[in-house]
């Protein structure tokens, strides 16, 4: 079946640096990718919608400069956290579709900023 | 606006017993589509199950079954005879043509031996 990837699995990082998540879909081409973020024991939230060759599209609330997104190709798409706080850690899920309703999770990013 | 609630926060049973996660969902949309998934401590969600809103057979994949009812916005989860292996927090989701998911808040499912 259809994978999608993400790297780093794990990363920790100091408070105010950027840390840059990779979300790549293996064996077909993701025109859009979604990522999510999911807090200790809460649901999933989507953050945004990332467009091949165009701006992403952010959910309201989430912002903008601080999670860039870029969708470089047809099979990757990376957000990066920029000056990172303790309140940005999470894990961090990207998805991408793939035929009518059906949607691959890449195995998520756990971020921990310190 | 579309949501999802999954109105049981933690569920514990005892290995081989059944247990039935919950969740309803609104929308005003007549064509959408309905998931399961499956997260392991790991945090990969495993998906489960899709149907869309036409489509209100119920479905049985091996010890799950699935009953979606349309009448009452209903789409519920039944594990039979659960094992220790089934502990996880299931979601619920809901998706449009769009692709993007609203998911419920979860249902944690403890097995014991």
């Known amino acids: 079946g259809a994978v999608v990837s993400q790297h780093p699995s794990r990363v920790i990082c100091k408070s105010g640096t950027s840390v840059k998540i990779e979300c790549r879909s293996l064996?077909?081409?993701?025109?859009?990718m979604f990522w999510y973020r999911q807090f200790p024991k809460q649901s999933l939230m989507l953050m945004a919608t990332?467009?091949?060759?165009?701006?992403?599209?952010?959910e309201q609330g989430v912002e903008k400069d601080k999670f860039l997104i870029n969708h470089a190709s047809l099979t990757l798409s990376t957000l990066t956290v920029t000056s990172a706080h303790p309140e940005d850690s999470s894990f961090y899920i990207c998805?991408?579709?793939?035929?009518?309703?059906?949607?691959?999770f890449g195995p998520g990013t756990r971020l921990t900023v310190t | 606006a579309q949501k999802v609630t999954q109105a049981q926060t933690e569920i514990s049973v005892v290995e081989k017993e059944d247990v039935t996660l919950d969740c309803v969902y609104e929308?005003?949309?007549?064509?959408?589509?309905l998931f399961w998934y499956k997260q392991p401590p790991s945090g990969e969600l495993v998906f489960l199950i899709r149907?869309?809103?036409?489509?209100?057979q119920n479905e049985i994949s091996g010890r799950y079954s699935w009953n979606f009812q349309k009448s009452t916005s209903s789409f519920n989860f039944t594990i039979t005879a659960s094992q220790v292996v089934d502990s996880a927090v299931y979601f619920c989701?809901?998706?449009?043509?769009?692709?993007?998911?609203?998911f419920g808040a979860g249902t944690t499912v403890t097995v014991r031996a």
């Open positions: 064996d077909f081409q993701a025109t859009t």
């Open positions: 929308t005003r949309d007549t064509t959408y589509y």
């Open positions: 989701a809901l998706s449009f043509n769009d692709y993007k998911l609203s």
């Open positions: 990332s467009n091949e060759g165009s701006k992403a599209t952010y």
């Open positions: 998805s991408a579709p793939l035929g009518l309703g059906e949607q691959y």
């Open positions: 149907r869309n809103s036409f489509d209100e």
